[in-house]
């Protein structure tokens, strides 16, 4: 893998060598550290020349300025100081690491007139230059720098973040790097081909998680047929890799306190099974396991910053595979609940796994709430696009607290209907339901589905098709999968069910 940076914080100083980040509130102005590292004097020509105005978004460099022995002085716009929330910490992060391909050593100067920096915004800095760091190529045997020349570094950059107060800083850190690491985790499994990633070996790195003292259970096969999990198995049958459930519970909160719960589609690759998808794309379907991905990457950041709550986290892990054996359109299974499902469509299998994890999670833990991530729909991209993910919850108060999260971290989410006149739309003639409702409303019949397996307990399904893989890129991430869940949840229950 590409090293990681290494972030470290310290006093404002004048840099006498490497390369500088300063930043510049909209209108060119500077703050006066920011001021005293343009020792030659040359950014006040520079932004007349480029036109610089401190938007947000923007960058101007000066590469060797004159006057200093520095390699690089960068300036990012910062926009209107008083509106910088804790995302846009985040994303001027991203945006300093994305100005340095090579390997360099980078002095980030934060700040800005009229803004005192906190430790929480040089921590939100850290994490952005993290995330942003992020690439997976462990399977190139040639290392390149993105322009299909040879790297000329294998060395990590060093940045180190100047801001008043370092020791905060490094304290407000340590969370968000937990946080950050759960990101890198769920970014790592849905990126992982199939052949390398499948539930057995899914299973075995969520166990890696003992470390961080989160208990971590694996149901292999024959213990789900004892428990009647038929529609997971029956996604499954298909496929000589054996189907796994694992449960990691994080107990961080009072001894008697019922956990709040995360439930993930965990499909490691889906071909569709016998209503096969088409080859066209079919390789991005390694990543069908987003949602368990990021509920196991959310498990990992709440452990790793010691959260203190009590959480389970269900993950359904499977291959849908077509052989002999695999299901056909128009079989029927018994889910764990004792619900009868025709399976008209195959290919509409995510569904049939968080059925039985859904179940399985209400009736062993009782949690306060649980949310589903899964990678469930096309549809879902139809209707929102790649900006948000779908929403779907039969709690107000749960969904208005998703939302806040999301808009807190941006990984937003638009809330969509549920009701009975979607909900008879998978009535079955032979069966307690189908496991499709038409050609409309795609989404939200899948979300009608799950909903039949959560009994009276607060819930919500978010549908992360297109958010999870295949997202544009951003400030904070270059990468085919974005680990999109991670944040937004763990900023759910930091702000809402802590303490």
């Not at 929480?120 to 993105?146: E, H, P, Q």
């Not at 989160?214 to 428990?227: H, P, R, S």
């Not at 991905?293 to 203190?308: D, E, I, N, Q, S």
């Not at 979300?447 to 999870?468: N, S, Y």
């Given at each position: 893998m590409t090293p990681r940076p290494t972030i470290s914080f310290a006093r404002h100083s004048v840099p006498k060598k490497g390369s500088v980040v300063l930043l510049s509130a909209e209108g060119g102005d500077l703050g006066e550290a920011a001021r005293a590292c343009d020792a030659g004097g040359v950014l006040k020509r520079a932004f007349a020349a480029a036109d610089f105005a401190g938007k947000p978004g923007s960058a101007l460099e000066v590469i060797a300025p004159a006057g200093s022995a520095l390699d690089r002085l960068v300036v990012l716009g910062a926009g209107k100081p008083s509106g910088l929330a804790d995302t846009d910490w985040v994303k001027l992060g991203g945006q300093a690491a994305g100005q340095f391909r090579k390997a360099a050593d980078v002095s980030v100067v934060l700040d800005l007139p009229g803004v005192t920096v906190g430790a929480g915004?040089?921590?939100?800095?850290?994490?952005?230059?993290?995330?942003?760091?992020?690439?997976?190529?462990?399977?190139?045997?040639?290392?390149?720098?993105?322009?299909?020349?040879?790297?000329?570094?294998?060395?990590?950059?060093?940045?180190?973040?100047?801001?008043?107060?370092?020791?905060?800083?490094?304290?407000?850190?340590?969370?968000?790097?937990?946080?950050?690491?759960?990101?890198?985790?769920?970014?790592?499994?849905?990126?992982?081909?199939?052949?390398?990633?499948?539930?057995?070996?899914?299973?075995?790195?969520?166990?890696?998680?003992?470390?961080?003292?989160?208990?971590?259970?694996?149901?292999?096969?024959?213990?789900?047929?004892?428990?009647?999990?038929?529609?997971?198995?029956?996604?499954?049958?298909?496929?000589?890799?054996?189907?796994?459930?694992?449960?990691?519970?994080?107990?961080?909160?009072?001894?008697?306190?019922?956990?709040?719960?995360?439930?993930?589609?965990?499909?490691?690759?889906?071909?569709?099974?016998?209503?096969?998808?088409?080859?066209?794309?079919?390789?991005?379907?390694?990543?069908?396991?987003?949602?368990?991905?990021?509920?196991?990457?959310?498990?990992?950041?709440?452990?790793?910053?010691?959260?203190?709550?009590?959480?389970?986290?269900?993950?359904?892990?499977?291959?849908?595979?077509?052989?002999?054996?695999?299901?056909?359109?128009?079989?029927?299974?018994?889910?764990?609940?004792?619900?009868?499902?025709?399976?008209?469509?195959?290919?509409?299998?995510?569904?049939?796994?968080?059925?039985?994890?859904?179940?399985?999670?209400?009736?062993?833990?009782?949690?306060?709430?649980?949310?589903?991530l899964a990678t469930l729909t096309g549809a879902i991209m139809v209707a929102l696009g790649q900006s948000h993910a779908g929403l779907f919850s039969n709690n107000d108060e749960l969904a208005a607290r998703l939302t806040e999260a999301g808009l807190a971290t941006q990984e937003k989410l638009w809330r969509m209907p549920l009701g009975a006149e979607y909900d008879k739309l998978i009535d079955s003639k032979n069966a307690d339901m189908k496991n499709i409702g038409g050609r409309y409303g795609g989404s939200i019949t899948a979300a009608q589905f799950l909903q039949r397996f959560v009994k009276d307990t607060p819930w919500a399904h978010l549908d992360i098709a297109g958010t999870a893989m295949g997202s544009p890129s951003s400030e904070i991430s270059q990468s085919w999968a974005s680990g999109f869940g991670v944040r937004l949840l763990d900023r759910l229950v930091k702000d809402h069910y802590e303490g």
């Amino acid at each position: 893998m590409t090293p990681r940076p290494t972030i470290s914080f310290a006093r404002h100083s004048v840099p006498k060598k490497g390369s500088v980040v300063l930043l510049s509130a909209e209108g060119g102005d500077l703050g006066e550290a920011a001021r005293a590292c343009d020792a030659g004097g040359v950014l006040k020509r520079a932004f007349a020349a480029a036109d610089f105005a401190g938007k947000p978004g923007s960058a101007l460099e000066v590469i060797a300025p004159a006057g200093s022995a520095l390699d690089r002085l960068v300036v990012l716009g910062a926009g209107k100081p008083s509106g910088l929330a804790d995302t846009d910490w985040v994303k001027l992060g991203g945006q300093a690491a994305g100005q340095f391909r090579k390997a360099a050593d980078v002095s980030v100067v934060l700040d800005l007139p009229g803004v005192t920096v906190g430790a929480g915004d040089a921590a939100s800095v850290a994490l952005g230059i993290m995330l942003r760091a992020y690439a997976f190529d462990r399977y190139k045997t040639r290392k390149d720098d993105g322009d299909g020349k040879a790297a000329s570094a294998t060395k990590p950059s060093k940045f180190t973040i100047q801001c008043d107060n370092p020791a905060a800083a490094k304290k407000a850190f340590v969370a968000a790097q937990a946080v950050g690491d759960g990101v890198m985790l769920a970014r790592d499994l849905v990126n992982e081909p199939a052949n390398k990633l499948g539930p057995v070996e899914f299973a075995a790195t969520a166990r890696e998680l003992h470390k961080l003292g989160v208990e971590v259970t694996v149901l292999a096969e024959k213990e789900m047929e004892k428990l009647g999990m038929g529609a997971l198995l029956g996604v499954a049958q298909g496929s000589p890799r054996g189907a796994r459930l694992v449960v990691m519970q994080w107990k961080g909160g009072k001894a008697k306190e019922k956990p709040i719960a995360f439930v993930g589609k965990g499909v490691t690759f889906d071909t569709g099974g016998n209503s096969m998808k088409p080859a066209a794309g079919m390789e991005d379907m390694k990543g069908d396991m987003g949602g368990a991905a990021a509920v196991t990457g959310l498990m990992h950041a709440l452990a790793a910053r010691g959260a203190k709550v009590n959480a389970v986290g269900i993950v359904g892990l499977v291959e849908n595979a077509v052989d002999g054996n695999a299901q056909r359109p128009g079989d029927i299974v018994t889910s764990m609940s004792g619900q009868t499902i025709e399976v008209l469509n195959t290919d509409a299998e995510g569904r049939l796994v968080l059925a039985d994890a859904l179940w399985y999670c209400v009736q062993r833990f009782e949690p306060r709430f649980m949310v589903d991530l899964a990678t469930l729909t096309g549809a879902i991209m139809v209707a929102l696009g790649q900006s948000h993910a779908g929403l779907f919850s039969n709690n107000d108060e749960l969904a208005a607290r998703l939302t806040e999260a999301g808009l807190a971290t941006q990984e937003k989410l638009w809330r969509m209907p549920l009701g009975a006149e979607y909900d008879k739309l998978i009535d079955s003639k032979n069966a307690d339901m189908k496991n499709i409702g038409g050609r409309y409303g795609g989404s939200i019949t899948a979300a009608q589905f799950l909903q039949r397996f959560v009994k009276d307990t607060p819930w919500a399904h978010l549908d992360i098709a297109g958010t999870a893989m295949g997202s544009p890129s951003s400030e904070i991430s270059q990468s085919w999968a974005s680990g999109f869940g991670v944040r937004l949840l763990d900023r759910l229950v930091k702000d809402h069910y802590e303490g």
